[in-house]
Each structure stands twice: as structure tokens, then as C-alpha cells.
């Protein structure tokens, strides 16, 4: 009975841990293709 309940805890981790590492990737891929306005602003 112990075991069934480790192999849940670990399955709820390694979810979380799948939707930590999709919304890093959706932030990362937000900012890549944003236009770089800030690096404009700066010259002028």
C-alpha cells in the first residue's frame, strides 16, 4: 500500500515539474520573438 502511494507523489512531481518546464518555455519563446522595442528605445 506504500508503494501505490509513492508512485502517486511521484507522478504529481514529475507533472508539476512538466508544467514548470512548459510555462519557462512559453516565457522564453514569448520574449525570443518579441521585438526587441526596450534596445530601440535605448539609442534614441
Do not use: C, H, Q
Request: proline residues 2%; negative net charge.
Amino acid at each position: 500500500m506504500n508503494t501505490i502511494f509513492k508512485i502517486i507523489e511521484s507522478f504529481k512531481a514529475f507533472v508539476f515539474d512538466i508544467g514548470e518546464l512548459s510555462e519557462f518555455a512559453g516565457s522564453f519563446f514569448k520574449e525570443v520573438f518579441r521585438s526587441p522595442s526596450e534596445f530601440k528605445e535605448f539609442l534614441y
